[in-house]
């Protein structure tokens, strides 16, 4: 069955950077795009980034845009959101979640993992 | 950039009870649009894709319908297990990939 386990979260200091990881099985992980979203403690859903299946494509949203990196291993099954000068507003559940139409954009998200929370605080 | 809004931000209904819930794109999304139910402490899961089509293992209970700029998610019969919250998203125009503010189903 379809895995994805997210780890890296923690507590860091404004200014700060974490490495979050989402390790993925149950499925060719080299087929699929993936996407980061994040969800603020009782807020909603917000889209962070996203990665084409081969890493050719990367988008963000723009409040991130110069401050967050995502990448892909995929010998290791493995995505990753490196996240540089964190800022209190970042404060969040991150998600990620495989796209349901192996190269595409214009697809749903149809797995998700169980989350890493992330918590930028003095 | 467009902005989806659902409406309402909450929907109070008793066990057996239908429950409609509305979202509106800025522009068309054509029907690239899907809804994802989120209960407390649990990730996001995906219900309907393609504004109409229930995901794999998705009750029948859960229609969506709509096109455009107009979407609707009705639960029919509500289960215990359908109290939660919903959200719409688009994935036409991107990025970004937008979502909206969530409709919570509580307990009348």
């Known amino acids: 069955q379809v895995q994805l386990v997210e780890s890296g979260g923690g507590v860091v200091q404004p200014g700060g950077s974490l490495r979050l990881s989402c390790a993925a099985s149950g499925f060719t992980f080299s087929s699929y795009g993936i996407h980061w979203v994040r969800q603020a403690p009782g807020k909603g859903l917000e889209w962070v980034a996203f990665?084409?299946?081969?890493?050719?494509?990367?988008y963000y949203t723009d409040s991130v845009k110069g401050r967050f990196t995502i990448s892909r291993d995929n010998s290791k099954n493995t995505l990753y959101l490196q996240m540089n000068s964190l800022r209190v507003e970042d404060t969040a559940v991150y998600y990620c979640?495989?796209?349901?139409?192996?190269?595409?954009?214009?697809?749903?998200?149809?797995?998700w993992g169980q989350g890493t929370l992330v918590t930028v605080s003095s | 950039e467009i902005v989806m809004t659902q409406s309402p931000a909450t929907l109070s209904v008793s066990p057996g009870e239908s429950a409609t819930l509305s979202c509106r794109a800025s522009q068309s999304v054509s029907s690239n649009l899907a809804w994802y139910q989120q209960k407390p402490g649990q990730a996001p899961r995906l219900l309907i894709y393609?504004?109409?089509t229930r995901a794999t293992g998705i009750p029948a209970r859960f229609s969506g319908s709509g096109s455009g700029t107009e979407f609707t998610l009705t639960i029919s019969s509500l289960q215990s297990e359908d109290f939660a919250v919903y959200y719409c998203?688009?994935?036409?125009?991107?990025?970004?990939?937008?979502f909206g503010q969530g409709t919570k189903v509580d307990l009348k």
């Open positions: 990665i084409r299946y081969d890493g050719s494509d990367k």
């Open positions: 998203q688009q994935y036409y125009n991107w990025p970004p990939w937008t």
């Open positions: 979640a495989k796209v349901s139409l192996h190269s595409s954009g214009s697809s749903p998200f149809d797995y």
């Open positions: 393609g504004a109409s």
